[in-house]
């Protein structure tokens, strides 16, 4: 398992049941130094709203609350 798949399973729990194709650029700079962004990659859901905003609550409160306190970011 790569980190980039881990965070591609959890991404779509954040993006409110909607995952999109990981991405490595967020813009390119061209010889002028000119910033274009990168462009988005239309999303696809995955899970409801609903669903998605269930499971983001059961993982915070396994941090606030249950055994994954060292997770916690002060």
């Known amino acids: ?3 980039i798949r881990i965070l591609a399973a959890f991404a779509p729990r954040a993006n409110g ?6 991405r490595l ?3 390119t700079i061209d010889a002028k ?6 462009a988005v990659p239309a999303g696809s ?3 409801s709203p609903n669903t998605a905003s269930v ?3 059961m993982l915070e409160g396994v941090v606030s ?7 916690a970011i002060p």
């Not at 049941?17 to 990981?22: N, S």
């Not at 609350?65 to 997770?71: D, K, Q, V, Y």
């Open 25 to 27: 650029l967020g813009a």
């Open 1 to 3: 398992m790569t980190g």
């Open 65 to 71: 609350n249950g055994t994954g306190a060292c997770a």
């Open 45 to 47: 859901r995955v899970v």
């Open 17 to 22: 049941g909607v995952t999109r194709p990981p």
């Open 55 to 57: 499971m983001t609550q």
């Open 33 to 38: 130094g000119v910033r274009h962004p990168a």
